[in-house]
């Protein structure tokens, strides 16, 4: 019985089917089928049946998938145990956000590769909450404040916002002085944002009423530059436009409080070591030392 068919047991267990759990492993459907019924054939007995919803576990596979799911996590902490303190090996599945990812923590990544090439990372750019757990992510990036949860979260850095607006905008219906002046303009947002401001020592909350709502933060980039309205958003998405006079920054004697760059991941006590080198390599690229290199206005130091 090899371990790997174990794993892919518990995959499917967890996702519910054969193509989740492909799509989770990053190997085909047939490869998935064919090391579940070569398991079902070492074991003598069935796990899975199929519905009319698509397949479930058997009275059989249920015992069996405890036993499964606390060996393999029981040899990946012999084996991190035994393996030289450089060397990863395994798989490792990552999420970050659509709209810094590609472009702020995909080289971290990348670069963990070349580093551990016995690791096989999968990593998903999306700007929505992934369910860690029921999705089978070893970790995730987010930003920003984070929703009471019983994820265990680090955080790697500050990040900082900007509220900015096109001139032709500004030229158009002027800008907004205080917070509660929000509510009369025009805003690009996402679904039920709240915005906060600094009002000297004390944050102000506003719920702006937007008629251009999108799920990523890019949309609304491209939003502000055509004039449809304000945008509340991390400075390093606007600072080149900013730069060149397509955004201006806003009622800037309220400045956004700081955000944070967070690596959360499932609820257990110790994280594996695989998520805590990802974790370190986050904390020297975005980290507190890392902050004093960078160029004024995109991070600052996080006290």
Same mark, same amino acid.
């Given at each position: 019985?090899?371990?790997?068919?174990?794993?892919?047991?518990?995959?499917?267990?967890?996702?519910?089917?054969?193509?989740?759990?492909?799509?989770?492993?990053?190997?085909?459907?047939?490869?998935?089928?064919?090391?579940?019924?070569?398991?079902?054939?070492?074991?003598?007995?069935?796990?899975?049946?199929?519905?009319?919803?698509?397949?479930?576990?058997?009275?059989?596979?249920?015992?069996?998938?405890?036993?499964?799911?606390?060996?393999?996590?029981?040899?990946?902490?012999?084996?991190?145990?035994?393996?030289?303190?450089?060397?990863?090996?395994?798989?490792?599945?990552?999420?970050?956000?659509?709209?810094?990812?590609?472009?702020?923590?995909?080289?971290?990544?990348?670069?963990?590769?070349?580093?551990?090439?016995?690791?096989?990372?999968?990593?998903?750019?999306?700007?929505?909450?992934?369910?860690?757990?029921? #999705?089978?992510?070893?970790?995730?990036?987010?930003?920003?404040?984070?929703?009471?949860?019983?994820?265990?979260?680090?955080?790697?850095?500050?990040?900082?916002?900007?509220?900015?607006?096109?001139?032709?905008?500004?030229?158009?219906?002027?800008?907004?002085e205080t917070p509660d002046e929000i509510v009369n303009h025009k805003?690009?947002?996402?679904?039920?944002?709240?915005?906060?401001?600094?009002?000297?020592?004390?944050?102000?909350?506003?719920?702006?009423?937007?008629?251009?709502?999108?799920?990523?933060?890019?949309?609304?980039?491209?939003?502000?530059?055509?004039?449809?309205?304000?945008?509340?958003?991390?400075?390093?998405?606007?600072?080149?436009?900013?730069?060149?006079?397509?955004?201006?920054?806003?009622?800037?004697?309220?400045?956004?409080?700081?955000?944070?760059?967070?690596?959360?991941?499932?609820?257990?006590?110790?994280?594996?070591?695989?998520?805590?080198?990802?974790? #370190?390599?986050?904390?020297?690229?975005?980290?507190?030392?890392?902050?004093?290199?960078?160029?004024?206005?995109?991070?600052?130091?996080?006290?």
């Open positions: 019985m090899e371990l790997e068919d174990l794993r892919i047991f518990v995959e499917v267990a967890d996702a519910g089917g054969v193509s989740s759990a492909a799509i989770r492993l990053g190997i085909s459907k047939s490869m998935v089928s064919r090391r579940i019924t070569r398991l079902e054939g070492e074991l003598g007995a069935q796990l899975f049946a199929r519905t009319t919803r698509g397949i479930a576990l058997t009275e059989a596979g249920c015992t069996f998938r405890d036993y499964a799911a606390r060996t393999s996590a029981e040899l990946d902490v012999v084996r991190e145990t035994i393996l030289p303190a450089g060397e990863l090996r395994g798989r490792m599945r990552v999420a970050a956000p659509l709209s810094f990812g590609p472009t702020y923590f995909a080289p971290v990544i990348s670069q963990m590769a070349i580093r551990h090439p016995q690791l096989q990372i999968l990593s998903s750019y999306t700007d929505r909450f992934v369910d860690l757990v029921g #999705e089978g992510f070893d970790c995730a990036i987010r930003l920003g404040h984070l929703p009471d949860s019983n994820l265990v979260a680090r955080r790697i850095g500050p990040i900082f916002g900007k509220l900015v607006a096109s001139p032709a905008y500004i030229e158009a219906y002027g800008a907004p805003v690009v947002m996402r679904d039920a944002e709240k915005w906060q401001f600094m009002d000297g020592d004390k944050i102000v909350t506003v719920r702006p009423q937007g008629r251009f709502i999108a799920d990523n933060a890019m949309s609304l980039v491209a939003a502000a530059l055509d004039g449809i309205g304000i945008a509340y958003l991390p400075e390093p998405l606007v600072a080149d436009h900013i730069g060149s006079g397509a955004l201006v920054p806003i009622m800037t004697r309220h400045p956004i409080p700081p955000a944070g760059i967070f690596v959360v991941r499932p609820p257990g006590q110790y994280p594996s070591r695989k998520v805590r080198v990802l974790t #370190e390599m986050l904390l020297k690229c975005f980290g507190t030392a890392a902050v004093k290199d960078r160029a004024e206005g995109l991070y600052r130091q996080d006290e």
